[in-house]
């Protein structure tokens, strides 16, 4: 596996195949990103390693994403999160954006529009 120096992503969502498939698409606009299934595990990571940035799914198995976000806020206040949904509505966006989630995207994510999000959260992301 090559190493990869740019902006470090984790993506949590417990949809196996769309996390994985995004992860490649940005590992291969060179982000290094990676996936966690559950709130649980996307914790501990983010407990020991270092990320610039959370994608995180407000339906996910055990721990609801909104409480993963204001455990997020609690043990890394600074890290940007955007929350991703595959239902379109907007009352979890709403709680999310109060607890400090910077942005909130349905899915099917447009990559674009990721990357534009990325942009203006990642100092020094520009996703030319």
Do not use: W
């Not at 992860?23 to 606009?29: C, G, T």
């Not at 595959?86 to 942005?103: N, P, R, T, V």
């Amino acid at each position: 596996m090559t190493t990869r120096t740019g902006p470090c992503i984790l993506l949590v969502d417990d949809e196996k195949e769309f996390a994985s498939t995004l992860a490649d698409r940005l590992n291969l606009r060179g982000f290094c990103a990676s996936v966690a299934l559950d709130g649980e595990s996307a914790l501990a990571r983010i407990n020991t390693e270092h990320f610039d940035l959370a994608l995180l799914d407000v339906m996910l198995p055990g721990m609801h994403g909104i409480d993963v976000l204001r455990r997020i806020r609690e043990i890394k206040p600074a890290l940007p999160v955007i929350l991703l949904t595959g239902q379109a509505g907007a009352k979890d966006g709403i709680e999310g954006m109060k607890q400090g989630a910077k942005g909130y995207l349905t899915k099917p994510v447009d990559l674009r529009e990721l990357l534009d999000l990325f942009s203006t959260l990642i100092p020094g992301e520009n996703n030319a």
